[in-house]
């Protein structure tokens, strides 16, 4: 796929957090979970597309922009950066300092765009 090293870990650890796949305990290497053979069995891009979305609405951050986003007529442009922040600022379980938040808000904002290209919002 021509990516990095870095990238590969990023992809890798965003499976992860949708439960697709774990690290090994033993060798550290991510291994598919049962939901992620589910996943990677799926012929369907619809069928694909609506486990990711089930994954990412059962994390609160994730389900909570997508009320703010249903409320907005899930229109991208209406919910701003900081309302993004906002909500990954109060679901935080750590103390994550401003400029992760920021980083993590652009990265939030492409999935929710991902999501909007790639499913029908009624």
Known sequence: FAFEERQADYYANAAGYLGFCERNKTNKLFEL?????????????TQRTRLILTQLSARTSFRKLL????????QMRALRPEDVSKVLKEESR????ESTIVRRSRTVRK???WLIKNTKFN
């Open 67 to 74: 009320e703010l986003l249903n409320q907005r007529d899930f």
């Open 111 to 113: 999935w929710l765009e």
């Open 33 to 45: 979970t049962e939901l992620g053979k589910i996943f990677a069995s799926t012929k369907s891009r």
């Open 94 to 97: 750590i103390g994550t300092s």
